[in-house]
């Protein structure tokens, strides 16, 4: 007895897609570099875990048989003529196999993206798949589905929230850059994104990486705040990548204290994302109250300006003065040389002289996302913040360094 | 006293693009990273080297005018207000300057790149450029002129051939991804591409590796045939990066025997190149006269079908069965698993089993161009030529590999 299943190329590559970054980067285990695929009630399900991101997804009613032999199916009479192929089939024995495989995921993913037949067959036995597409024919290797970690997504019906898709997907990109990028045991708290749920309907969602931080906000109709947690870097690429392909309009959202759910209704896609047990620090401490100095310009101008600057200032610091209505922007290096840029502003309060590291600076003004930014300076040594003019829900918080 | 040039911007990013490939890419001798530029007669003049590959273009007719001191111009008349710029600038001693200057390619070509105004004023000074494109301005570092190599084109009236580019240029993008890319000194003569005259007014273009050889032919109208030459691989990239960018018609060649100038009249662009002082191989013993089996099948879905069969293949081998109208192409590897793929052929002389290094096969067919492809197989162990069905003028020779 052979399992035979037929799905659509373009389903199965989109549905792999999603689940890309959830697969364990770099492991030990070879069983979490693969997708685990299952059928029940002619769903195919994929799972992918690295055991702290994990993604369930499912493409609805696949045509599934089962066949005594592999020659019963006219698509593949040809395949017996490779000597190859015969070789390397096992001879089924056991009746009760379930119609469920474990392979590769980076290979598989390989192989469906550049089928050129839509309508792709996959055949299970015992220790191979084999897919047949038009005349395509690969045998591939699987691992033991009975050894991958099972992924229960275990809905709680309590602290259910509902976000729209695009919101939730432009804040976690104003944000996640500045996650710290290494995940190292002691700033494990770092490397990742801080959901942060307060009375009244807010989730700010907060990232930092020990010199600059991102916050952004969102205000929900929300009955019962749930606790505010912690999801690593990973987890957030995974989501982030999921949201991104989507095209469901609401995903919801359940807590049961460990584990964070999201789930997509409409396409059938669960994320369940472990919690990291780590304190996020008090960024509201953070946050800078009393300006000496604030500045307004147009975003645009501005990035190109830091286009040019960051050229001559190669690692080292962009020094911005401030003066009157203009912003003097400068930096040098021996290698390049001088670059001296300036750009009209309005401005309240002191004249001052402050540098940036040039990285910091023009990642803040590519998140800003309005025509206008502002800069909330308060002395040359603490908290620069800047923000979008005419929305409140953002800020980006960078220390300066020391001028040169 | 201070030379003013006025360039245009688009201008000189093309320029510069065009020269980049000519300069040095790793280099003890920091003049060769850089661009010369120089005005004679209102024209501005590039001149970019390693040595053995030279780059001279020119843009017509700036504006060249000659300041007391920087004050003078009214652009410039905000540049002394930042610290920095007084104390980086030098007092111009010398009445004799000469409007020339070394720069670094590379930051040179970044700025240009970047800037936001299409009028640009160089300003030249004992050791430095200013570079002023609106309120944006560069000071930047130059090398000594004089330290750079003179670029004599030396033009030499006999032997001139001219080439229709777009035709040179595809007879060189069909043979230079054959060249051995590392250029040790016992294989410095493969390093390269051959360029064949002979008589009757032929040229062919030859690349080969040691495993595979590419081979283009032109028939030109000419009088006296040059002899031939070999140029090497860091040559012919310049030489194509030119003739891509370029939109001349037509280019001329010269030949003196030890350096071969190419000749873009309509955009006043010169590269000379240093012939490579070592013998190519006798290319024409390698082309295999008698073949076992003659194949012809579809260009399109032999490429389709090679992108799928060497995911399996990782960096091994693709067998290829050629039995009655069929081909049957298969891979295997442990971590992947094992590809087959059916091709319909029409075939000359004997059923055979041959193999190939998943590259090169890939990389030829890549290159064929046309919607068929041709198959001429000597034996399993020499010689497969591969060319495109109905053009005689291109032909690509591999060696199959060992059948595992």
Redesign the interface.
């Known amino acids: 007895m052979i399992y035979k299943l037929e799905v659509e190329r373009s389903k199965l590559n989109n549905l792999m897609d999603m689940a890309s970054k959830a697969v364990a980067k770099k492991t030990t285990n070879p069983i979490l570099s693969g997708f685990k695929f299952s059928v029940k009630d002619n769903d195919l399900h994929l799972y992918a875990t690295d055991l702290q991101t994990a993604f369930h997804g499912l493409i609805k009613n696949i045509i599934v048989e089962k066949v005594e032999n592999i020659n019963e199916d006219l698509f593949v009479e040809?395949?017996e003529?490779?000597a190859?192929?015969e070789t390397?089939f096992e001879e089924i024995s056991d009746e009760n196999i379930k119609p469920e495989f474990v392979v590769?995921a980076s290979?598989f993913i390989?192989?469906i993206k550049?089928?050129?037949f839509e309508n792709i067959n996959i055949y299970l036995e015992n220790k191979?798949i084999k897919v047949i597409a038009g005349?395509?024919?690969?045998?591939?290797?699987t691992m033991n589905p009975e050894e991958f970690p099972e992924i229960v997504p275990n809905k709680v019906e309590e602290g259910l929230i509902t976000f729209d898709r695009q919101k939730l997907l432009s804040m976690i990109e104003k944000v996640i850059f500045c996650s710290l990028k290494d995940s190292e045991n002691m700033t494990r708290n770092l490397n990742g994104v801080y959901w942060d749920f307060r009375e009244g309907g807010y989730l700010t969602l907060v990232a930092a990486d020990g010199y600059r931080l991102a916050l952004a906000e969102l205000s929900m109709d929300i009955v019962n705040t749930p606790p505010s947690f912690l999801l690593s870097l990973k987890s957030m690429e995974e989501l982030l990548n999921v949201l991104r392909s989507s095209k469901t309009e609401e995903i919801e959202l359940f807590f049961d204290g460990s584990r964070v759910l999201f789930f997509l209704d409409e396409e059938n896609i669960e994320i369940i994302l472990n919690v990291v047990d780590a304190t996020f620090p008090d960024y509201v401490r953070i946050i800078p109250q009393a300006f000496k100095t604030k500045v307004i310009t147009s975003t645009d101008l501005l990035l190109?300006?830091l286009?040019?600057v960051s050229?001559?200032a190669k690692n080292d610091q962009i020094k911005m003065e401030i003066k009157d209505n203009i912003m003097?922007l400068?930096a040098?290096s021996?290698?390049?040389?001088?670059?001296?840029?300036?750009?009209e502003i309005e401005k309240e309060g002191e004249d001052i002289m402050i540098a940036y590291s040039p990285k910091y600076l023009r990642e803040a003004i590519d998140h800003i996302g309005t025509s206008e930014v502002e800069f909330n300076i308060t002395s040359e040594s603490s908290q620069t913040m800047i923000k979008p003019v005419g929305d409140d829900s953002y800020m980006y918080i960078v220390m300066p360094v020391r001028l040169k």
Do not use: M, Q, W
Request: charged share 30%; no cysteine.
């Open positions: 040809n395949i003529e490779g190859e192929t390397l590769d290979y390989d192989i550049n089928l050129s191979n005349k395509s024919e690969f045998l591939l290797p190109n300006v286009k040019r050229i001559a003097e400068t040098k021996p290698e390049v040389g001088l670059a001296v840029e300036e750009l």
